[in-house]
Structure formats: structure tokens, C-alpha cells
């Protein structure tokens, strides 16, 4: 008996239940593969931080180059497509966190909301107590979700001062484990490079194939001005105008969204920069409260929705008069953004031309950046 060439995947399971002798080797012969596109890979980082009191400069470098990693991060490409980027923190060693979980808190999960990981981020304050690597390494390794595909990054980072050793975790346990489950740990001394080599925070990186890297924690960015700044601040104000947030915490969000602008030009123009850099990219996507970016991800779903739910501005509109707004918002959005990319990429040329000229800083940006960006390439991302 002949069968259709192309055979449905609905019909050809109908076959196997009803008459499995008819499904012949021929059949399946003739049953075309389909093409399967590359999936959005993935790159998860943990980034694991001193919170003792010695680290106030740590976490300073921390909140004003968070953006600064992201950038980066989002510039590369695996089988021609934008990694989505997932952030995680933790904290440790800080005596305001219960001994019986080794001075370990779990910030924040892997996100993909940025916006969550800048606010987590600056609420964090420093506090003495027992710097535990070996456990907050293995803590991170249990409680978050890592992803189980060979073609996704998985990176641990580690930034501290005291002893790698410390702690009742032994630090070759937690870098086995994760080297097990394909995880790279990348660690941070803040302090003289032979200390921390003494301490065993070279092993620790080098134990799960990472990079061993020292910064001064207290060494100050310097910001170079550029004739492009005031337009991306600027252009970066208008960009927000777009965002409509729904739901019961949609109104939150939007303005969570607003004070992490303003924490990040707390800390530098250079910073500031970098955060509108990052919201002018695919990374920067907020479909969790923001009517725009959810319409890009279910526009029925959108256009659908129950009155109260929507921004004020929505409100009172029919599908169709939804629909031409939402459009053309998004397409304001588009604009703006390319003009903040455009912007961008003139201000990093002009900073870079200038940079040569001064002596390099070791600051968290320079060496987590350069770092994390040659793992990524060796993952197969490309720049």
C-alpha cells in the first residue's frame, strides 16, 4: 500500500496507533526531517559578591558596571542569533545573613529582568562576617536553575579578599561539581595578584577552567566626555516615554524602571551611559509588565486583555484603536533606540581613541569584561 509522500505529524501518530505493520522503513524514508533552527542560546551568570565590610568599593564598581557586562555580553551572536542573557547574585559574608547558611543569601535567580538585578543590586550594604567561597560557590551550583545544553554558557563569578579556603565547604568539592555540570568559575582577588594566588584564588578559577583576575576594589572610574553624551541621556528620557506598564504591579515596574535610571547616574555619567546603552538592546526586554514588549510576544493576548489591566492610555480603545497605538509606539521605540546605538557607537570610538593615551585601570569593567567576552568567543559566540 502507497502512501503520500508528506505525511502529517498528526496522521502519521494516527498510523503507528491503528496499524503499526503499515508504517515501513519506506515510510519513514519518505517522511521529510523537518529543519530545525537554532534555538536562542543562552548565557547564565552567577556573580557571587563579597558583601563583608571591607568591600564597599567591590560592590561600588559592581553597581555602576553591571551595564557595562551587559553590553558586552549582548554584542555577540551564536548561529546568528542574540544570546538571551540571565542574571543571578548572591551575597556573602556579611553578618546580617544567618551562620546556620554559612553567611550565603540568594539575592535574586537567574533573570532575564535587568531592571530587578540593578535594584537588587543597589540595596546590598556591607556588614562583617566569614567569608565562606567554597559554600556560596556550591550554594549557587544547588539552588539555581542551570540549564542542561552543552550550547549554553554557564559562568560562575567570584569576587573577594579573604582566603579561598575558608568555610566548611571545601573549595575543590564545589569546583568539581560544577566543572561536572559544564558551569566555569571565573574568580575576582581585590587585592595584590601574589595574595591572591597565595590564597588559592588562582586554583579556584583554574580548578573549573576559568580565569583568575585582580582588581583594586577602591580605584576609581575615570569617565571620558564625549560630544555625544547629552543626546544618548537625552534621546534615553524619550525612550522611557514608550513603556506602558499593565497589570496589578505595571505602574511599579515603570517606575522601578525610572529609579534604576537614577541610581545608575548616581554612580557616573559613564554608567548612566552604558544602562541606556543596554535599554537600546534586544537584552533590555520587559514583556512581564511593559504593554509593548508583551504585544511583540502575544499580541491576541494584548489586544484582548480586560480593560482594567491596561495602562490608562489604552483604556477606552477597541481592539483596532489598541492595535494602532501599541504599532506605532513600537515603532517610536525603534527609532529611538537606533539613534541610541548610532550615538553609542560614535561615544565608544571617541572614548577609545582617548583611552590609549591614559594608563590602564584595574577596575571590575576591565578585567570581568575582557575576561567574560574571550569565554564567551571560546563558547562559540562571536563578536
Not at 67 to 73: D, K, P, S
Not at 251 to 268: C, F, L, W
Amino acid at each position: 500500500m502507497k502512501f503520500p509522500r508528506f505525511l502529517s505529524a498528526s496522521t502519521f501518530a494516527l498510523m503507528c496507533a491503528f496499524s503499526p505493520a503499515l508504517v515501513t522503513a519506506q515510510t519513514l524514508q519518505q517522511t521529510p526531517a523537518h529543519k530545525v533552527m537554532p534555538r536562542q542560546s543562552r548565557i547564565q551568570i552567577a556573580l557571587l559578591l563579597d558583601t563583608s565590610n571591607s568591600m564597599d568599593g567591590l560592590i561600588s564598581q559592581a553597581k555602576s558596571q553591571l551595564w557595562t557586562l551587559v553590553n558586552e555580553l549582548s554584542e555577540g551572536k551564536k548561529y546568528g542569533k542574540t544570546p538571551q542573557i540571565e542574571l543571578a547574585l548572591y551575597e556573602y559574608g556579611n553578618s546580617n545573613i544567618s551562620v546556620s547558611k554559612g553567611y550565603v543569601r540568594q539575592v535574586l535567580s537567574l533573570t532575564t529582568d535587568l531592571d530587578a538585578v540593578s535594584e537588587k543590586l543597589f540595596a546590598l550594604s556591607t556588614n562583617g562576617g566569614q567569608e565562606y567561597a567554597g559554600q556560596v560557590i556550591m550554594t549557587s551550583l544547588e539552588e539555581l536553575e542551570w540549564s542542561d545544553n552543552d550550547e549554553d554558557m554557564k559562568l560562575i563569578i567570584i569576587a573577594g579578599n579573604e582566603p579561598f579556603t575558608q568555610g566548611p565547604v571545601k573549595y575543590e568539592d564545589a569546583c568539581g561539581r560544577a566543572r561536572r555540570g559544564g558551569i566555569i568559575i571565573d574568580t575576582i582577588h581585590c587585592g595584590d595578584e601574589q595574595q591572591g594566588i597565595n590564597t588559592k584564588w588562582k586554583d579556584g578559577a583554574d580548578c573549573a577552567g576559568g580565569i583568575y583576575m585582580t582588581i583594586n576594589q577602591d580605584e576609581k572610574m575615570v569617565h571620558i566626555p564625549s560630544p555625544y553624551d547629552d543626546d544618548i541621556l537625552r534621546l534615553n528620557q524619550k525612550l522611557n516615554d514608550t513603556y506602558y506598564g499593565y497589570g496589578q504591579r505595571g505602574a511599579e515596574y515603570k517606575s522601578r524602571q525610572e529609579v534604576q535610571d537614577k541610581n545608575a547616574a548616581s554612580m557616573s555619567v559613564k554608567s548612566m551611559l552604558q544602562r541606556s546603552k543596554s535599554k537600546a538592546s534586544v537584552a533590555y526586554s520587559n514583556e512581564a509588565w511593559d504593554v509593548i514588549d508583551a504585544y511583540k510576544k502575544d499580541q491576541r493576548g494584548i489586544l484582548e486583555m480586560e480593560e482594567s489591566q491596561l495602562p490608562k492610555e489604552l483604556q477606552g480603545k477597541n481592539e483596532a484603536e489598541r492595535k494602532i497605538f501599541i504599532e506605532a509606539k513600537t515603532a517610536e521605540r525603534e527609532t529611538l533606540q537606533k539613534r541610541i546605538s548610532a550615538l553609542t557607537a560614535q561615544q565608544q570610538t571617541f572614548v577609545s581613541a582617548k583611552r590609549k593615551e591614559m594608563s590602564a585601570t584595574k577596575t571590575l569593567d576591565n578585567v570581568m569584561v575582557t575576561a567574560v567576552r574571550k569565554q564567551a568567543a571560546e563558547n562559540g559566540f562571536s563578536y
